[in-house]
């Protein structure tokens, strides 16, 4: 399908690998050249880091609304890791797949799984690092977390890694500005 003379961007898309891979860096550069691709904004439990804002990067929210939400099945997935929990919004997401927007979700392995579930169309890529020892860097380098929630996200990020064949796609991220393009590319219908 062509719309002004470009493949028109279709399906949902969600995009998971471990923690550190550089999923959200990635994502940043996609949107900044193709703003037409709508990004879901989490749900989430945990504070805010330094220069988040709400309803930027996440929606920060309490355990007893968090709650509500799941109960009401508002969200698609979710997920606990940390002691916070992570979940994305369904209605946002399914008003503009109705309206043939693309959607982009930036999610972890649990979540991918339960998207696989409920929306098997779906496209889950997985975005593996160049290696364990740059993904331990990345993780370590960003200083961001204390050396016990580093130790859990490599723990977890093992887990992650064995789960790689349950993807559709692997991308793996030896350059941001490649990844963007060929996950643009795979968002793409493919035309004859």
């Given at each position: 399908m062509a719309v002004d003379g470009s493949a028109r961007l279709t399906v949902l898309t969600v995009l998971s690998g471990p923690s550190g891979v550089g999923?959200?860096?990635?994502?940043?550069?996609?949107?900044?050249?193709?703003?037409?691709?709508?990004?879901?904004v989490s749900a989430t439990t945990r504070k805010p880091r330094p220069g988040e804002t709400h309803g930027v990067e996440y929606f920060f929210i309490t355990d007893d609304e968090f709650d509500r939400l799941i109960a009401a099945g508002e969200l698609l997935e979710w997920a606990e890791?940390?002691?916070?929990?992570?979940g994305t919004p369904r209605q946002p997401v399914e008003d503009r797949l109705a309206r043939g927007e693309a959607v982009l979700l930036e999610i972890d392995l649990q979540g991918?799984?339960?998207?696989?579930?409920?929306?098997?169309?779906a496209l889950?890529?997985?975005?593996?690092?160049?290696?364990w020892d740059e993904?331990?860097?990345?993780?370590v380098g960003r200083g961001?977390?204390?050396?016990?929630?580093?130790?859990?996200?490599?723990a977890t990020a093992k887990i992650e890694l064995a789960a790689e064949p349950e993807f559709d796609v692997t991308l793996v991220n030896t350059s941001v500005q490649d990844v963007a393009h060929e996950l643009v590319a795979l968002m793409r219908p493919t035309t004859t």
């Open positions: 999923k959200s860096t990635v994502v940043a550069h996609l949107r900044a050249a193709h703003p037409e691709v709508w990004q879901s890791f940390a002691g916070h929990r992570y991918a799984r339960q998207i696989r579930a409920v929306m098997p169309e889950l890529v997985f975005l593996r690092p160049p290696s993904l331990v860097r990345r993780l961001t977390e204390p050396a016990e929630v580093v130790a859990e996200r490599l």
